[in-house]
């Protein structure tokens, strides 16, 4: 059974930082993409970051690109999202997914996903 579970949401101020969490079970991460989406309330899921499964290659969606980082570590089975200079715009509920796909920045094409974690930035 495939199972991914986030942490590391929570309330923040703007300008601060977070990191989140994703532990992954019952699937090889190596082979896997994992990507970061968000939703807000009344919106569509988002894509925000995504990592290859060797880690060489990275994708980030313009608004939270040069403050997010994204990476990986297949030994622990974990994939992280480090976000900086939060704003209030980056409020959402944040996934991570899975694809076997080499790359997507696509929800739909991505058939695994976490319950998600709150990120709430205050202004």
């Known amino acids: 059974q495939v199972q991914l579970v986030e942490s590391g949401g929570g309330l923040v101020q703007t300008g601060g930082s977070l990191r989140l969490s994703c532990a992954a079970s019952?699937?090889?991460?190596?082979?896997?993409?994992m990507g970061w989406f968000r939703q807000a309330p009344g919106k569509e899921h988002e894509f925000v970051a995504a990592i290859s499964w060797s880690g060489g290659g990275t994708d980030y969606a313009d608004s939270v690109k040069g403050r997010a980082l994204v990476s990986r570590e297949n030994a622990k089975n974990t994939v992280a999202l480090q976000m900086n200079n939060l704003r209030p715009e980056d409020t959402a509920v944040y996934y991570c997914?899975?694809?076997?796909?080499?790359?997507?920045?696509?929800?739909?094409?991505?058939?695994?996903w976490g319950q998600g974690t709150q990120v709430t930035v205050s202004s």
């Open positions: 997914a899975a694809t076997a796909r080499r790359s997507s920045l696509t929800a739909t094409n991505y058939p695994y």
């Open positions: 019952g699937l090889p991460l190596t082979a896997y993409t």
